[in-house]
């Protein structure tokens, strides 16, 4: 099975930017593997902020961006916010493997 | 939209089943996923179920492949987990979701333990 990586913890000062990444260890990760980043604060569920490399939702405010950058999937935060500070988990889908998690980067704003 | 239920506690080798009733959306195009988190760890990929218009399929992660079946009624709105041979480390809060469409549950709780 897929082992996808993220960076264990971040931490970004208030209005700056950051970007947090996601590697497969099967080689460079495209637009192929769908990725998508979620986001989790403590005691709540998940909410899914891009969807297949860089789509948004409604909610997911217009600071989070995606992409696939020198082979991994990358969530750019431009002008972070106290209330950005979560758990960032990203997911990609394997064809025929299904779908496989990052361990999640600990995102602190400070 | 998504309500998750049927957790609680059960022995090991014991068996359970979650439910999750969806509403406010087309449950019947989803692509729904079974999610877990154990206490203080990130999140692991159950299993999922397509939509029976894309074929109905159903793929397993490997921890729960042979134990765990995913299934969906789509005149109930409602999807399944139907959990045997539970293990200890089968122990998690269990998301309902379809992360494309942006769709998540609350969550419920399952311990396994003697």
């Known amino acids: 099975q897929a082992v996808v990586t993220q960076e264990p913890s971040l931490t970004v000062s208030p209005g700056g930017t950051v970007t947090l990444t996601c590697g497969s260890s099967?080689?460079?990760?495209?637009?192929?593997?769908?990725p998508h980043w979620l986001q989790q604060k403590p005691g709540q569920a998940p909410k899914t902020l891009i969807y297949?490399?860089?789509n948004k939702f409604s909610w997911t405010p217009a600071r989070f961006s995606g992409s696939v950058l020198r082979g991994k999937a990358a969530l750019t935060l431009s002008g972070a916010q106290p209330d950005d500070e979560a758990e960032y988990y990203c997911?990609?889908?394997?064809?025929?493997?299904?779908?496989?998690f990052g361990g999640g980067t600990k995102l602190t704003v400070l | 939209q998504l309500v998750e239920s049927g957790g609680g506690l059960v022995k090991p080798g014991g068996s359970l089943r979650l439910s999750c009733a969806a509403s406010?959306?087309?449950?019947?195009?989803?692509?729904m996923s079974w999610v877990r988190q154990a206490p203080g760890k990130g999140l692991e990929w159950v299993g999922r179920?397509?939509?029976?218009?894309?074929?109905?399929?159903?793929d397993y992660a490997a921890p729960v492949k042979g134990r765990f079946t995913i299934s969906r009624d789509d005149s109930k709105n409602t999807l399944y987990l139907q959990m045997n041979s539970l293990k200890t480390e089968d122990t998690a809060v269990y998301y309902c979701?379809?992360?494309?469409?942006?769709?998540w549950g609350q969550g419920t709780l399952v311990t396994v333990s003697s």
């Open positions: 179920i397509i939509s029976k218009t894309d074929g109905g399929a159903t």
């Open positions: 406010g959306f087309t449950f019947s195009n989803a692509w």
């Open positions: 297949s490399t860089n």
């Open positions: 997911l990609l889908s394997y064809s025929g493997a299904g779908v496989v």
């Open positions: 979701g379809d992360f494309t469409m942006g769709v």
């Open positions: 099967t080689g460079a990760v495209t637009s192929g593997h769908y």
